[in-house]
């Protein structure tokens, strides 16, 4: 089971990687921004940014989960799913852009209750721009080709943020300079990938190919959609019953909380290609429950660190104005976790066929959302939509894991998610309870129990004999080199040997266009 982490693991950290770097770098501009951008400017941006990635979810209509499903079927030709689900993305992604593009007005006063109809149309050339770019990225996951990932978004991240700096701080554009900013400069990026991959491309669709694979792929979009309709509604309710400004600040700390999203990306981008190559199920059940105990365990290490931290984060990298939105850290940051979780299952899901079960838990937790932050924004603010998150999520949870289990069963290691959960709630507990709000000693007590949960999970028992044995050689510095050496030397493990480990250095991340 070790291969499986050891390869996760490494395709995760090079898909993660432009992620970080793209997320260091928000981090270290947010004091200037949130200087030359007012609560609501950035709220209006936000929200738009969340409505692209929804559109462009409708304008996909499941072909890259499509793709990434039959891309492994062994009978079926590679070359052609490819060019039969690029051409359908092509055409839905240009339609949807120019239907949209007469009623930008009607947008804007719908979404921002400001009438700005140029701030809109540039959002709709976005969502081209995002819907292509990220199909031609997952061209990358599919033969594991991580160093081209890395390159390629590493080169956009590099070429968006001074474009937007300037826009915003220098050409004073407020809004339209982030979103310019994100969207011009990924349009530069999908032009050069469309030339990288064009010996693969078609703009010619195949029938019958298109057939199986929107069968496959189309009931996972209402799934999809109404799921990721839980980070734009909140939003939108936000805006009308408690302003943009709040609005504003709810997207900021959605921003802080892209500290757990940046494991949940690499997760997210490396777990389908991993997870659907494993071809024997018994031995893909074992993996699975391994991976997800693991990965919760990471998850939640950071999660503690930004429920203890939230305010000296914010006061640290945010201009006064913007200090309310600590309060929705921990509660987003949460609900990024669950999130990918739900990702897990998804997955599982499509191991067995079964997509049309995803929509049933979707619209279950959408309806939530939208009764919960009904009933709490207007009095809650932002924490009343962070909670209302964090429940919808908990409610798809529960319902796709029911369904997954009856399909295709994975054990769980029950006991020891639960010991990672009250190993954090304990900490963030005594936190709250004890310790100051503000002042070094404040920061220093919460920093000691933050850096405490890796040795309360030791003391809980949580790791087995073997990953104590493997944590061992961490504190034997010779034996720690001669194990590198010895990985270092060998080929990358390809369990299934479906999946080519072909890393190239050739010009070749959503999160970079947001």
Known sequence: MSQYLRRLARTGAAYTASSVLSKLIAVALLPVYTRYLTPADYGAAEVLFAGVVSASIV?????????????????????????????????????????????????????????DPGLVRIAIGGLWVLTLFEYLLTLFRLEERARAYFVTTIANVLLTIPVTVILVVGGDEGARGLLIGSYATGAVFVLGLIVVHRRRLSLRVDGPLLARLMRFGFPTMPAELSLYSLNFIDRVILVRYAGLAEAGLYALAVKFAQAVNVLVRGFQLAWPPLAYSIRDDDEARRAYALIVTWFVAACTFVVTGMWLLSRWIVRALAAPDFFGSYKAIGLISTGVTLYALYMVLVVILGRTGRTGFNFPATAAATVTNIALNLALVPSLGIVGAGLALVASYVVVLVLMYAFTQRLFAVPYEWGRLLRIVLASAVLVGLGELWMPTSGLAGLSGRLVLWLSFPFVLVASGFFTRSERRSLSILFRPRELIARLGELGAAPAATPTGTIPEVYEAEAADEDTLR
């Open 59 to 115: 304008v996909r209509l499941g072909a890259i989960e499509a793709l990434l499903r039959f891309y492994y079927q062994a009978d079926e030709d590679s070359d052609r799913v490819v060019s039969t689900s690029f051409a359908a993305m092509f055409w839905a992604a240009t339609a949807g852009a120019l239907i949209l593009l007469p009623f930008a007005g009607q947008i804007s006063d719908a979404l921002i209750k400001t009438h």
